[in-house]
């Protein structure tokens, strides 16, 4: 598992912590097989993106590099392990 892979990973856990998906069983299909389904992947992008846009305007400034960092690595790792959204 590289780097990227663990990041991402722990982004999905993240958002499965903090958000209620829309499709019931998506944390569990994540937790057993490690899938998500097209809306899960897309409900995962906006709430990464709201992520990366309130830390670039938060006043402190410090989160806007790690929010960005951490949705261009999830961005790139949901599409270099084929997890398409509702758009693809």
Same mark, same amino acid.
Request: charged share 25%.
């Given at each position: 598992?590289?780097?990227?892979? =663990?990041?991402?990973? !722990?982004?999905? &856990?993240?958002?499965? #912590? &903090?958000?209620?998906?829309?499709?019931? !069983?998506?944390?569990? @299909?994540?937790?057993?097989?490690?899938?998500?389904?097209?809306?899960?992947? =897309? &409900?995962?992008?906006?709430?990464?993106?709201?992520?990366?846009?309130?830390? #670039?305007? #938060?006043?402190?400034? #410090?989160?806007? =590099?790690?929010?960005? @960092?951490?949705? &261009?690595?999830?961005?790139?790792?949901?599409?270099?392990?084929?997890?398409?959204d509702?758009?693809?």
């Open positions: 598992m590289t780097t990227m892979d =663990s990041q991402a990973r !722990d982004l999905v &856990q993240m958002f499965f #912590a &903090q958000c209620e998906p829309i499709v019931a !069983d998506a944390r569990a @299909q994540w937790r057993t097989t490690g899938e998500l389904d097209r809306i899960t992947v =897309s &409900q995962l992008r906006l709430w990464a993106v709201d992520r990366a846009v309130y830390g #670039a305007h #938060a006043p402190y400034g #410090a989160g806007r =590099s790690r929010e960005v @960092q951490e949705w &261009q690595v999830l961005d790139r790792w949901l599409a270099d392990n084929d997890h398409r509702l758009g693809q």
